[in-house]
């Protein structure tokens, strides 16, 4: 056995996913899982931080330490529900909470936090965090990663596949049949962020349980074509973005007067019809769309996804492919940190645009 805790939160910040993997013999099979809510205090001042853009040292210092005790105590709390002992886990791999990711400023960089000194500390157990600004050095966008976890356990030698997770933002990796074709993939926009984010506004909920909010709605149709003519849509990979950049505040630039669960119909349409529009130009030949990330559980853009797709492929979720939805990032920061402790390259440069595939991540010995 060979064991690795994948540690990973989201834009929504309600809960830490801590999962244990065995990922002997090239394999990975989830051993157990936990997921560790959010401490609320903790929640609201990340939320602040990130939306105001601006820190000062103490808050900004403490923050990164509360968070990364946070992620320790979902790693324990892991263990020891589990009875699992820590002498055998090689290594946690931690992406940390994005707070800033600005690929595309002079100099670039990305920014998350959760200082895995603490993780290592608090738990004894050796960890990698950090991925992202190794790729970033090296000229590529920092994100996505997951692609090459996804190549690694998703690839097939019959049918071209695209695996599409919808977090806060959605990325997709296009997996050709051809052995011989390179890995493709990046952020195609909004997938959770902007419904979460006016859900927050108008129902005072974190997110739009089942899309059951947007279901009673009403699309506006001259909205979406608005939301539709942003300028990233039109940008050629390798490119990814955050919310730092799709949010409430760039909302506000179109005209909104409908009611609010008719904006939230459309907010879930814009999230179809750009991923759609992501797959059919870039993965043509596409046989399969497996999807994975919190997205794959509402139900109202699920449903849309597959109406707006099913002529062109096969649409499920990841389960099928042996990891449920939920846990597939989990998965792929500990394959990660595995790739890492093997001295083995995390990232893919065609899909993040780095100049060479390199070994990401540091390491905080146990």
């Given at each position: ?5 994948g540690?990973m ?7 830490i996913d801590?999962a ?12 157990a899982?936990?997921?560790h ?5 903790l929640?609201?001042k ?5 939306r105001?853009?601006t ?19 979902a790693?324990?709390q892991?263990?020891?529900?589990q009875?699992i ?8 791999g ?9 690929p595309?400023?002079t ?26 600004r ?5 000229g590529?966008q920092?994100?996505?990663l997951?692609?090459a976890?996804?190549?690694a356990?998703?690839r097939?030698?019959?049918y071209?596949?695209v ?5 806060g ?6 997996l ?17 962020c902007l ?9 005072n909920?974190?997110y ?5 909010w ?15 003519t942003d300028?990233y849509f039109?940008?050629p990979p390798?490119?990814s ?8 505040h760039w909302l ?9 669960k ?16 992501a797959i059919?130009?870039h ?16 139900t ?17 979720t ?8 939920e ?8 394959w ?8 083995k ?10 100049s ?11």
């Amino acid at each position: 056995m060979t064991y690795y805790i994948g540690l990973m939160s989201g834009t929504s910040m309600d809960a830490i996913d801590a999962a244990l993997f065995d990922l002997s013999n090239n394999g990975c099979k989830l051993i157990a899982s936990h997921s560790h809510a959010f401490p609320h205090k903790l929640s609201q001042k990340l939320q602040q931080l990130i939306r105001s853009e601006t820190f000062n040292l103490r808050d900004f210092g403490t923050l990164d330490t509360e968070l990364g005790r946070s992620f320790a105590e979902a790693a324990n709390q892991l263990t020891q529900q589990q009875h699992i002992d820590k002498k055998q886990i090689t290594a946690i791999g931690s992406h940390g909470q994005t707070i800033f990711h600005a690929p595309d400023n002079t100099p670039p960089f990305t920014l998350q936090i959760g200082d895995p000194n603490c993780i290592s500390q608090f738990t004894g157990i050796t960890t990698v965090a950090d991925f992202r600004r190794r790729d970033i050095a090296a000229g590529g966008q920092g994100a996505p990663l997951v692609p090459a976890f996804h190549n690694a356990f998703f690839r097939s030698a019959q049918y071209n596949r695209v695996i599409l997770n919808i977090g806060g933002i959605a990325n997709i990796t296009v997996l050709t049949a051809d052995q011989s074709q390179a890995i493709s993939g990046f952020d195609t926009g909004p997938g959770n962020c902007l419904l979460d984010d006016w859900s927050q506004q108008h129902l005072n909920l974190p997110y739009d349980k089942n899309g059951s909010w947007a279901a009673a709605g009403s699309l506006n149709e001259k909205l979406l074509q608005q939301l539709l003519t942003d300028n990233y849509f039109s940008l050629p990979p390798p490119k990814s973005t955050g919310r730092e950049y799709f949010n409430l505040h760039w909302l506000k630039q179109y005209p909104i007067s409908d009611k609010p669960k008719n904006i939230q119909a459309t907010l879930t349409q814009f999230s179809i019809e750009t991923i759609a529009r992501a797959i059919e130009t870039h993965a043509t030949n596409c046989d399969e769309v497996y999807i994975c990330g919190g997205g794959a559980f509402n139900t109202y853009l699920m449903q849309g996804l597959e109406g707006r797709l099913e002529r062109r492929a096969k649409i499920t979720t990841t389960t099928e492919l042996g990891v449920a939805p939920e846990w597939v990032e989990a998965a792929a920061f500990a394959w990660l940190a595995k790739q890492t402790l093997e001295n083995k390259p995390g990232n893919i440069a065609t899909v993040t645009g780095a100049s060479e595939n390199t070994i990401l991540g540091g390491i905080y010995p146990a």
